[in-house]
């Protein structure tokens, strides 16, 4: 007899884990079927946890390079043991992936690991690493099959020397010069990672901007920061061929529109152009699912166009983001128990975790405007701002968005210190309604980075108080 569960998650990223979790919790029978050996997806595996762990790493050693003895602290010596540093960037994913599998554990989820493909409306057959098949009968079932890298046509990525973000997170050596193709979340914080660590990075980007789809102000400032970090920018540019030489890459680029090609030498290039939904040998067709023409599959309120077979998380529409991924995962849990779910789209943050760090939540100026939305703006330097001084940290802003007529926060964007945290405000005051004045009003302790978020507030109505 095949096993019989309420719910089936293929794919065990921050989607597929939060779901199995929070319906186990619910009370329902779940196994979650994932062909990694490790829990946690691309997130754990070969995304947000180990970049951020060479980020971190790399801030630290790029800090007693070239901040501290600004303080006083003077460090003799620093030397670079990258091997370590990739050691403590696999310790944390270890640990990490490990957490989910207890996790799993305790909440009684049913973890498989191997291939899952929907045979049949209810039918989930699992191939395992040894390449055995086993029937599973499900009431639901949740695709979280997330995704991957999408590639240049013509440029073959072998992870050594033409690589992926997964190869560019364990290159065994600093690489002389590192070409970025791509001038957007990856792109912007591995480049960041081997600048640190002592590669000459260029950044090669089609649009003429960097970060499309951000706040333009920010992207500005945040352009001119990273060019004075060392970054060199080609916007306007694609590439067209990569030649794989024996002591070199030699890398053909044109204009965007077209135009004189020119060729450029690097030792490593890193293809970051964005990803794209996961759907490989998933049985889609079968159970009568079509994806859309990039690859993505269509829901509505998480259900696709088949009966309890629902999609959440990077393999379905909306930003490819981890906490994006939990919250569908939970609200789809949430309303297969049979209650209410939902998420609001309008409140999803996007942190790119650089130094100064880019935060914003809600609408852009460009959106507001394309919409014919009135809105005000209150702006706030970190230059102004004590603790930003006090840390030698003051490169960036906060910039508050409000509705002329209503005066409710619409959007919030910045670039500076751990902004990445601060956007939490933001986002806590959007989802509850706030008004630019709420967050005016409310005391934030002294001397915090967050006094900046209710300066920008304050600059709203025009009663900036620290400048
Ligand atoms: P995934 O995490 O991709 O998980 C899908 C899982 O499904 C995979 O483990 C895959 O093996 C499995 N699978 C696929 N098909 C099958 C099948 N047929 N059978 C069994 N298993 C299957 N987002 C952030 O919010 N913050 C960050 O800081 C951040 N940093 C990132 C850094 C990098 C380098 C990358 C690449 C991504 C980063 N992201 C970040 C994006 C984030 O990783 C994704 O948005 C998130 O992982 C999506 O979750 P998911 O559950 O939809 O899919
Ligand atoms: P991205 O969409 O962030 O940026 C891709 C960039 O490549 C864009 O600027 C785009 O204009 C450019 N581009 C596209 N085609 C090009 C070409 N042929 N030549 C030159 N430039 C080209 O995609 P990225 O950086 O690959 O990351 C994928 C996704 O992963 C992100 O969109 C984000 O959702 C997620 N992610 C999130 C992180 C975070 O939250 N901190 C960190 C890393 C990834």
């Known amino acids: 007899m095949a096993d019989t569960y309420d719910l089936i998650i293929i794919g065990a990223g921050p989607g597929g884990y939060n779901c199995a979790i929070r319906a186990a919790q619910l009370g329902l029978s779940v196994a979650c079927v994932e062909s990694r050996d ?3 997806g691309t997130c754990l ?29 003077k460090v003799d010596k620093v030397s670079l043991d990258l091997p370590a540093m990739m050691g403590h960037k696999d310790d944390a994913v270890d640990q990490l992936t490990k957490g989910i599998a207890y996790l799993f ?4 989820v049913t973890h498989i690991v191997g291939h899952g493909r929907i045979t049949a409306p209810g039918t989930v057959a699992v191939v395992s690493p040894k390449g055995e098949t086993q029937t599973l009968q499900t009431k639901n079932i949740v695709i979280a099959t997330g995704s991957d890298p999408m590639t240049l046509p013509g440029v073959e990525i072998d992870e050594q020397r ?18 970025v193709i791509g001038a957007g979340y990856i792109g912007l914080e591995m480049g960041s990672v081997w600048r640190r660590l002592g590669a000459q990075v260029t950044v090669v980007e089609f649009l003429d901007r960097i970060t499309p789809g951000m706040d333009g102000d920010v992207a500005k400032q945040f352009q001119r920061v990273l060019k004075k970090q060392g970054f060199t920018f080609k916007l306007g540019t694609k590439v067209t061929a990569i030649d794989k030489l024996k002591s070199k890459l030699k890398v053909t680029m044109e204009p965007a529109q077209g135009g004189a090609a020119e060729t450029l030498d690097c030792d490593v290039a890193l293809v970051a152009i ?6 490989d040998n998933l049985g889609l067709p079968g159970v009568g699912i079509e994806t859309d023409k990039h690859g993505f599959i269509p829901t509505e309120n998480f259900k696709t166009s088949a009966d309890n077979i629902y999609a959440i998380g990077d393999v379905t529409h909306g930003p490819m983001l981890a906490h994006k991924a939990e919250e569908e995962a939970m609200a789809v849990a949430e309303l297969i128990a049979g209650r209410a779910g ?8 996007g942190v790119v975790y650089t130094h100064p760090e880019v935060a914003s939540v809600g609408r852009t100026e460009d959106e507001l405007k394309q919409a014919g939305v009135d809105y005000k703006i209150g702006k706030f330097p970190f230059t102004a701002n004590a603790r930003a001084k006090i840390n030698g940290d003051t490169d960036g802003f906060v910039k508050i968005i409000a509705d002329a007529q209503t005066d409710r926060v619409l959007g919030v964007h910045m670039i500076g210190p751990h902004v990445g945290e601060l956007i939490a405000e933001a986002a806590i005051a959007m989802e509850f309604g ?6 005016a009003r409310t005391c934030h302790a002294h001397p915090t980075l967050s006094e900046a978020v209710r300066q920008a507030a304050m600059g709203v109505s025009g009663r900036i108080m620290q400048m």
């Open 38 to 40: 490790t829990l946690g």
């Open 434 to 439: 706030a008004s630019s004045e709420d967050i």
């Open 342 to 349: 939902q998420v609001n789209y309008n409140v999803i943050p």
């Open 274 to 279: 964005g990803r794209k939904p996961h759907t």
């Open 105 to 108: 554990k305790k909440n009684k």
């Open 162 to 179: 033409v690589v992926s973000s997964t190869g560019a997170l364990s290159l065994t050596s600093v690489p002389k010069h590192l070409l």
């Open 45 to 73: 595996n070969v995304g947000c946890i180990p970049s951020k762990a060479l980020l971190r790493a790399s801030e630290l050693y790029d800090d007693a390079q070239n901040r501290m003895a600004k303080m006083g602290v």
